[in-house]
């Protein structure tokens, strides 16, 4: 008796991003709802914030919801958390993103989705001021080293993240573990006769799509160059920008208005029925990030059946192989060479199409949660 209780596991899970969205939120909630679903020998405490703790419901008995008052990135998650998984008692802590506390009083695992906050420190990803970005980003780094170092395990999303931590961090190559995001297979799709309703939007048909968010990383002021340069051969074709509106956006629009490029087109949020109806319209997703640590827009555009272009930068030919179209986004001929080709070979269009679909399925959220849990089984 005594050796079977010893045997399961008190198991932390920093949750606070858990939630419907993408990125964060959505990597949270996808394998932390799935580890509940498959385990009901360990004991599980999951932290939420604020904003998760009332959307998070398992009926998992096993299950301890604790909320934490303390925002992520914050000084107090600093003091907070420690306090909490010190209280709960935990043989080992799972942090879903890097913000791993300083003094973390347990074993632990740590997530880590890229390292662009590294390789990227620039004022202009972020609304700060440049000192106090400045102090800022030197905080995260000193997190992001001290979480990685001392973890019992790393997970890494992708082999292109694993050997940026090794480069970068000098860690030892067992200590990582690559386990692939997944892609959504509840992502909306349209019924036949929806797909001759209106776009809304203003949006008129051909055009070439991005869906995503505007931080510096993403190129998007590449993008919107390029794009203008490309309308003097097709002076019809669109661009279609789909992501919430932010101030990142925002810089973005000022950009394109104070340029006079026109056929650029910012829906800002849209819903799910929304999106999949300008999926189901769009000439070709258009991916011009300069780094990634996954990349799941491009393929969440394939699972709606839509022929990526994107960037051989990073992770991007690990993750998408042959099933997408490459161009150089730091030399626009090559990147509009490439968009001439795919607006000119329909035959070019249907093959992406098909490589695409089967490209999807190599990546499923229950394999990633089930491989995380292979690795809390074996801590």
């Known amino acids: 008796m005594n050796n079977n209780k010893k045997q399961i596991k008190r198991i932390g899970i920093d949750a ?24 009901t020998k360990n004991e599980y405490v999951i932290f939420l914030g604020l904003d998760s703790f009332d959307i998070f419901n398992t009926k998992n008995p096993k299950v301890k919801k604790v909320l934490v008052r303390a925002r992520w990135y914050s000084v107090l998650e600093q003091i907070m958390m420690p306090y909490l998984i010190l209280r709960e008692k935990l043989d080992f802590m799972h942090f879903l993103h890097f913000n791993v506390p300083l003094i ?9 989705h890229d390292l662009i906050l590294t390789k990227f420190p620039t004022p202009r990803a972020s609304t700060l001021s440049p000192i106090f ?21 790393v997970i890494a999303v992708s082999c292109f993240t694993k050997q940026e931590i ?8 067992d200590k990582i573990v690559v386990t692939y995001e997944g892609v959504s297979n509840d992502l909306m799709k349209l019924k036949a006769g929806d797909k001759s309703m209106s776009l809304g939007y203003n949006i008129r048909v051909p055009f070439l799509l991005y869906v995503g968010n505007a931080y510096p ?36 629009k000022t950009y394109v208005k104070d340029r006079d490029f026109t056929n650029i087109i910012f829906t800002g949020y849209v819903s799910d029925q929304d999106l999949a109806k ?8 258009i991916f011009s990030s300069f780094c990634e640590g996954f990349g799941l827009p491009p393929l969440e555009a394939m699972n709606h059946g839509v022929p990526v272009l994107s960037s051989n930068k990073t992770c991007m030919p690990e993750i998408l192989e042959d099933a997408a179209l490459y161009f150089n986004p730091d030399k626009e001929s090559d ?45």
């Not at 249907?350 to 949660?369: N, P, R």
């Open 16 to 39: 606070r991003f858990y939630g419907p969205g993408k990125g964060l939120g959505r990597y949270t909630k996808e394998v932390v709802d799935r580890i509940l679903d498959m385990d």
């Open 104 to 112: 973390c009083p347990t074993k632990y695992i740590v997530t880590i």
């Open 133 to 153: 970005y400045k102090i800022k980003h030197l905080g995260y780094k000193m997190i992001i080293k001290s979480g990685i170092k001392n973890a019992q395990k």
């Open 166 to 173: 090794i480069n970068q961090f000098s860690i030892s190559n």
């Open 217 to 252: 990383h993403k190129n998007l002021g590449g993008l919107v160059n390029i794009f203008s340069k490309i309308r003097k051969k097709y002076p019809d074709l669109s661009l279609v920008l789909v992501g919430k509106e932010d101030y990142f956006y925002k810089r973005l």
């Open 278 to 285: 300008i999926y189901s319209k769009a000439l070709a997703y």
């Open 335 to 379: 990147a509009i060479q490439k968009i001439i080709e795919i607006m000119e070979n329909k035959d070019l269009r249907e093959k992406l199409k098909i490589k695409g679909f089967a490209q999807v399925k190599k990546y499923s959220w229950d394999k990633c949660a089930r491989q995380t849990f292979e690795i809390y089984v074996r801590e």
